[in-house]
Structures are given as structure tokens and as C-alpha cells.
């Protein structure tokens, strides 16, 4: 059984930093990618980051090029995503989540490939 449990998540102002863990279990990851997306308040689930789990190749979104930074540990089976310079705009739940890369080739920024997700951890900016 996959599981994926993040952490990390808090309040900060405008201009500060967070860093969010995500702890993979329940099998091998190679062939993998891994993902963070995040959500507001009435809005859709959006795509933040992705990496693949063997060779490491990333993709982000626009709205957080330059200020987010994601990685992978495979010996500790975690992902991770470094906030810089958080936006009140960056309030959200962020989940972790993960795919196979062959399902998830073209469409890796949508919610639809990805099969397995965490909890989701609470992410406020204040102005």
C-alpha cells in the first residue's frame, strides 16, 4: 500500500520561507514521478512541481519559477519543496503526490495521472 505523508507546513508572512517534506512508503519508486500541488479555497487543484524519482528531471509552474525549489532523497524516501519568498497568493493545502512516468509523460502538471496522494499539509502567508 503507497503512502505518501507530508509535513512542514505553517503560517509565515510575505518574503519567508517554508520547507515541505513528503515521506514516501509501500514500494519502489523507479519508473516514478513525484509531484506537489496545491489547492485554495475554492479553487481547483493546481500543479506546483514535479520530479522524476531516477534521474531527478523537474518541471514547475510559472507562478513559482525562481522561488520554489523541488528535490528528492531516495535513501530516505522523501520529496521535498523549498518555499522562497512566499506570496500571500501561495496560501494553499499542498499534497504530495506521485504517478508513473509512462502515464504521466505529456500531462504531468494535471491531477489526473496521478494515482496516489497525501493528506495535504495547511500553507498560510500573511500580507
Known amino acids: 500500500q503507497v503512502q505518501l505523508v507530508e509535513s512542514g507546513g505553517g503560517s509565515v508572512q510575505a518574503g519567508g520561507s517554508l520547507r515541505l517534506s513528503c515521506e514516501v512508503s509501500g514500494r519502489t519508486f523507479s519508473g516514478y514521478r513525484m509531484g506537489w500541488f496545491r489547492q485554495a479555497p475554492g479553487k481547483e487543484r493546481e500543479f506546483v512541481a514535479t520530479?522524476?524519482?531516477?534521474?531527478?528531471?523537474?518541471y514547475y509552474a510559472d507562478s513559482v519559477k525562481g522561488r520554489f525549489t523541488i528535490s528528492r532523497d531516495n535513501a530516505k524516501n522523501a520529496v521535498y519543496l523549498q518555499m522562497n519568498n512566499l506570496k500571500p497568493d501561495d496560501t494553499a493545502v499542498y499534497y504530495c503526490?506521485?504517478?508513473?512516468?509512462?502515464?504521466?509523460?505529456?500531462?504531468?502538471?494535471?491531477?489526473?495521472?496521478?494515482?496516489?496522494w497525501g493528506q495535504g499539509t495547511q500553507v498560510t502567508v500573511s500580507s
Open positions: 503526490a506521485c504517478t508513473e512516468i509512462r502515464r504521466s509523460f505529456r500531462d504531468y502538471a494535471s491531477v489526473r495521472p496521478y494515482d496516489y
Open positions: 520530479i522524476t524519482w531516477s534521474a531527478g528531471t523537474t
